[in-house]
T-cell receptor
Framework: SQQGEEDPQALSIQEGENATMNCSYKTSINNLQWYRQNSGRGLVHLILIRSNEREKHSGRLRVTLDTSKKSSSLLITASRAADTASYFCATPGRAYSGAGSYQLTFGKGTKLSVIP | DGGITQSPKYLFRKEGQNVTLSCEQNLNHDAMYWYRQDPGQGLRLIYYSQIVNDFQKGDIAEGYSVSREKKESFPLTVTSAQKNPTAFYLC????????????FGSGTQLSVL
């Protein structure tokens, strides 16, 4: 029951360039989150954008949300080699039995490579 | 330092054996989760718990079991019934467990001998 899908699956850019990743989802949400995962490590939360927000910034990160298109984008400006990682979007996807609450579901991620 | 600790980092399972992955948090979070990640894939929810002594199945609970006897601890047992256990297992926690920000451990890589 995958909710979010990232695009592209892989992205390779030169250091200093901007990187844009997209996420599409299927059902209505109250928030959308982006996470980063370095190879062989756990995920790190980057940013949460609520359904009533259109854009949010955090350092070199800019996230947009278009609820009419059910899509979000993550922009990393002036990329660095240290930004090399996989990036995942996550949305509250479905309620599991007996809980009545919505748990996060993750896409397959975009693998970003930043070449020095 | 507040955070989530998973151990061991690497684990090997023999045929027919049950193995237990440890997850401890000192963030005073109510909710804890176990996810499975296969190469090149997203995360799939195995089990989650929003309160001590209660837990719910996720998408792929078959072959796994959990307990939540203490707020800080949420161990995952991979039983012999799980025929394809090789994967990267991630534990996470959140404040209340209602689709909010997750804090992740550094993961356990489980392989079959």
């Amino acid at each position: 029951s995958q909710q979010g899908e990232e695009d592209p699956q892989a992205l390779s850019i030169q250091e200093g360039e901007n990187a844009t990743m997209n996420c599409s989802y299927k059902t209505s949400i109250n928030n959308l989150q982006w996470y980063r995962q370095n190879s062989g490590r756990g995920l790190v939360h980057l940013i949460l954008i609520r359904s009533n927000e259109r854009e949010k910034h955090s350092g070199r990160l800019r996230v947009t949300l278009d609820t009419s298109k059910k899509s979000s984008s993550l922009l990393i400006t002036a990329s660095r080699a240290a930004d090399t990682a996989s990036y995942f979007c996550a949305t509250p996807g479905r309620a599991y039995s007996g809980a009545g609450s919505y748990q996060l579901t993750f896409g397959k991620g975009t693998k970003l490579s930043v070449i020095p | 330092d507040g955070g989530i600790t998973q151990s061991p980092k690497y684990l090997f399972r023999k045929e027919g054996q049950n193995v237990t992955l440890s997850c401890e948090q000192n963030l005073n979070h109510d909710a804890m989760y176990w996810y499975r990640q296969d190469p090149g894939q997203g995360l799939r929810l195995i089990y989650y718990s929003q309160i001590v002594n209660d837990f719910q199945k996720g998408d792929i609970a078959e072959g796994y079991s959990v307990s939540r006897e203490k707020k800080e601890s949420f161990p995952l047992t991979v039983t012999s019934a799980q025929k394809n256990p090789t994967a990267f297992y991630l534990c996470a926690s959140s404040l209340t467990g209602v689709g909010e920000k997750l804090f992740f451990g550094s993961g356990t890589q489980l392989s079959v001998l």
